[in-house]
């Protein structure tokens, strides 16, 4: 009895136990101790092999962590495993992007020469805080044995797009340790959860370059100052020649502005200016910030009023879903001739997930009345590049294209444009052969050749023409 007993308690102790060593054994892999600190990156995860079912030990040195405000740091295999289980553990409302402390990166380069020499082991230190990189998706991620498209990349990468596509709007910058701004009154900006901020960094001593970006920016504060969004909204032009000074005359022209100096802007304990702190060499540069210091997008390049309220839009309209919001980047016509088919490609970037792109248009007459319309609908799952074409019929003079981006029958972004259409010539009256004209004119030759003729034998002597005989 007590041995029967004993096994029934050893039995009992398995069944409790066992559990306990299966979710330690699953929380290895994306859960990494704070003791750890040192060799934050590298876990050991269990891998079964399939062609002998051995099962060994791997060591793993993943690309990316996450550092939650609990304390907790959050690691995967891909910086896309990373970004498709935060949005699904968002869209069950299970976390929140104000949840993330910080997150770091490993340059692509960098992970990649470490895995190709089998490393099994690196510092804390090989990692850098996002913000201060840029992030890319391959274009052919077979050609380097990487199970992911996202990659982590600096700035000459991202410019240049050297390993495909460009990412600008993403959580994965993380958070900003502070931000502290001295406008030129001397005063710290006050800055609120709730708002955002868009920075933009201008060298504001080359004036003939800076004014007409400046204008698109007062634009866009004008636009929504009108929308109702002027107090929520903060556009903060950043001088890197740190030359500018209250009686600048470029700021009367643009009040609804804020101006500063990068030097006295700060993102990092002890470090004056945040031009550099944010990877950047090149400008134009911008940079789209939460209230809490959630970096969402960085960009390099002009930027128009379209674009930044389309950015700006989706947050304001969705919160945390709409940092995953797909945008369109761009759409383009050719071939615009009534008669023939027009050709129409739409870039779709900046999103995750899966949504249903629409593409709705109308072929308009000279009175704007609808000659033909029709809606396309296309699934896609990453950010591409859709082309269509479209019939024009003749005596059409505009066509009017509608996108809209929708997910679970929500829709993230929308975009309206219209094209002129090119005419044909009409056909002139009467170009047949003017066969009646050339046969009058030869009429009148033969007239004239013969009264020459007549006129020849009136005048020339007799005594001539009987020579000639």
């Known amino acids: 009895m007590k041995l029967k007993g004993l096994k029934v308690g050893i039995l009992i102790t398995i069944l409790v136990i066992s559990p306990l060593i299966a979710q330690a054994l699953s929380n290895i892999k994306h859960w990494i101790s704070n003791d750890d600190e040192n060799n934050i990156g ?8 399939e062609n002998n079912n051995v099962t060994e030990n791997v060591s793993v040195i993943y690309p990316i962590r996450v550092r939650l405000l609990n304390g907790s740091v959050l690691s995967y295999s891909t910086i896309d495993e990373a970004v ?6 968002i869209t069950e409302n299970r976390i929140a992007l ?32 996002a913000y201060r990189i840029f992030f890319g998706s391959l274009a052919h991620p077979e050609q380097y044995n990487y199970a992911g498209k996202i990659v982590a990349v600096n700035e000459d990468e991202f410019f240049y797009g050297s390993y495909g596509g460009r990412i600008t709007k993403t959580f994965l910058y993380g958070k900003v340790p502070q931000l502290e701004i001295i406008t030129l ?17 201008l060298n504001l001593s080359e004036e003939y370059i800076t004014y007409n970006e400046l204008c698109e920016l007062n634009k866009t504060a004008e636009y929504f100052s009108s929308s109702g969004y002027g107090d929520q909204v903060k556009i903060v032009v950043i001088d890197i020649s740190n ?30 200016g945040t031009y550099t702190e944010f990877g950047f060499t090149r400008y134009p540069a911008f940079v789209y910030m939460r209230g809490d210091f959630l970096v969402w997008r960085k960009a390099i390049g002009v930027e128009s009023t379209s674009v930044i309220s389309g950015y700006i839009n989706g947050l304001l309209k969705l919160g945390d879903r709409g940092i995953f919001s797909y945008v ?17 490609s739409i870039y779709i970037c900046d999103g995750f997930g899966n949504v249903t792109v629409i593409l709705s248009y109308e072929v308009l007459d000279a009175e704007n009345g609808t000659m033909e319309s029709d809606s396309i609908m296309r699934n896609i799952t990453e950010p591409t590049l859709l082309s269509y074409e479209i019939d024009l019929p003749n005596n059409s003079y505009k066509l009017k294209i509608h996108v809209m981006v929708v997910r679970n029958e929500v829709s993230e972004f929308s975009l309206t444009t219209i094209y002129d259409i090119e005419q044909l010539e009409e056909e002139k009256v009467g170009e047949e052969f003017p066969w009646m004209q050339v046969a009058m004119v030869m009429v009148a030759l033969v007239i004239v050749v013969v009264l020459g003729y007549y006129a020849y034998r009136k005048t020339v002597p007799k005594t001539k023409q ?4």
């Not at 500018?244 to 470090?271: C, H, Q, R």
């Open 42 to 49: 590298v876990v050991v995860a269990f891998k079964k092999l």
């Open 84 to 89: 498709s289980t935060i949005f699904k553990l």
């Open 98 to 129: 104000s949840d993330i402390s910080n997150i770091s990166v490993l340059l692509f380069q960098d992970y990649m020469r470490l895995v190709n020499q089998n490393v099994t082991s690196v510092n804390g230190t090989y990692y850098i805080p």
């Open 185 to 201: 009154d001397n005063e710290t900006l006050k800055i609120s959860g709730n708002e955002i901020l868009l920075l933009t960094y």
């Open 243 to 272: 030359s500018t000074n209250a009686s600048l005359s470029l700021i009367g022209e643009f009040p609804k502005l804020i101006f500063v100096n990068d030097a006295n802007t700060s993102i990092s304990p002890n470090i004056t």
């Open 328 to 344: 369109v980047g761009n759409i383009q016509a050719w071939n615009l001739i009534e008669t023939k088919k027009a050709r129409v």
């Open 466 to 469: 009987r020579k000639r005989r």
